[in-house]
C-alpha cells in the first residue's frame, strides 16, 4: 500500500530517523490484508527491496526503479539528496547523512549478494548490545541506528499467546526471580514462559542476559506479546513512511507441541491478517513446522543451520521451497577459506543470514568485530545478524567506501 507523502518535510525527516526510546504509545490501526491464496503468489515474487534499494527513485524520476515500487515513499522525502524543500538543519541530520551515503556510495559497490544489493543488517533480538533483549525500545532503536530486519523469537505462554524470548527459560533475561509470587514454579532452577498464563508474563520486566553489558535498563521494559511487535511495526511503518521487516524465529516447535502448546498453530492465526506495511519473513530450527508455516501462510522461510549442519544437504533437499539459510557464521568458512556455502545457495536462488555478530565476542580467526563482519559481507552474505546493527552499518558504508 503506498504512503502519502505529508506536507510536512521537517517532520517527515525526523521520523524517518528512527523511533526514539520512548516512542512507543499509540498507534495507527492496521490495514489489514490477508495472507495466503494470491498474496502468497505475490510474495514469491522478486526479493523484498532492501536497504541498499531505499534509493530507487532519484530526483527527477518519474517512476521509480524498483520494480515493486516498494522504497519510492523514502525517496520521495529527499532525505538523501539534499532537496531545497528540506530545512537546512533536517539535511544534516544523522538519517539524512546516513541515506545520503547509500545513495552515493553503497548503490554503486559491486556486492556479492544474491540480488546484488546491500547486505541486510538483522537487528538480532533488536538493538540487543544497547538494551535487554526483546523489548520494543530495544527494536526501535534498532530502527533508529538503521537496521533493516528486526528479529524477535516467539515462544508460547501457557495459554497459547506468543511473547518475544529467546528461550522459553526466564530466569536469564527477566526479573522474575524477583517475583516471590512465581517462586513456587521454579523448575531445575528456572522458570518456563508455558508455565505462566499471558497475564502474569506481563508483569515482568526484561533484563540484560550477557555479563559486561550495561544494565541501567534492566526491570524498565515489559515483555512484548507478538501481537504488540506487529501493532508497533505497523506504527512504525506508518511514521517512517517504509515498510518495515520482521523475522521471527518460532522456537523449538515440537518440544513445546509435547507440553500442550504448539506455536506453531498460534503463529499461523497472527499473520492471517497482516498489515499491508509490515513483511514478515520465517525461521526455524526444524524443517516440518518451517513447512506447516509456509504450506498455510505463503510467507518467506529460512531453514536455520547450526555450525556441525550439512549445508549441501539442506539446499538439496529444501532449496525449491525455501526462500533462505540462516546460518552459523563458522558455516561460511572450511579451514579458514570459503567453503562454498554462499555460492551454492546462491547457484539454488536461497539468500544466506550469518549469525551472530557482536562487538564483544568477536568470531575466531578474525582480529576484530569490523574485520569479521568485512569478511563476511565480501564472501556475499545476504544478512548479517548484529547485536549491535549501528556497528554493521557502519562496516556496510566502510565497504562501500574503500
Known sequence: MPFEKSDDAERDIAVGAGITDEDIGHRPPRPVRRVGGSLAAARAG?????????????????QPRDPSGRDAIVAARRIAVGSMMVPAAVRSSPAAIRFRHIVTHEARMNWRTLDRKPPCIIAHRGASGLRPEHTLQGYALALTQGADVIEPDLVPSGDGILFARHEPALARSTDIAMHAEFEQRRRDGDWRADDFLAIELDRLRATQPFPGRARDNDGKFSLPRWSAILDWAAGAAQERGCDVVLYPEIKHPTQLAARGVDPVPAFIASVAPLSEVVEVRVQC????ALRRIHRETGLPCALLLDADADWS?????????????????????????????????????????????????????????????????????????CDFPATGISVRGGLADS
Open 46 to 62: 522478486p526479493a523484498s527491496p532492501r536497504h541498499g534499494a531505499i534509493m530507487s527513485v532519484l530526483p527527477g524520476d518519474s
Open 285 to 288: 530450527f526444524e524443517v516440518e
Open 313 to 385: 544437504a539442506a539446499i538439496a533437499m529444501h532449496g525449491d521451497w525455501l526462500q533462505r539459510l540462516g546460518v552459523h557464521k563458522r558455516l561460511l568458512y572450511r579451514d579458514g577459506d570459503d567453503s562454498g556455502l554462499v555460492a551454492a545457495a546462491h547457484a539454488a536462488g536461497l539468500c544466506v543470514d550469518a549469525w551472530t555478530f557482536r562487538d564483544d565476542a568477536v568470531g575466531e580467526g578474525h582480529a576484530d568485530i569490523h574485520s569479521e563482519m568485512a569478511a563476511a559481507m565480501r564472501l556475499g552474505v545476504d544478512g548479517l545478524f
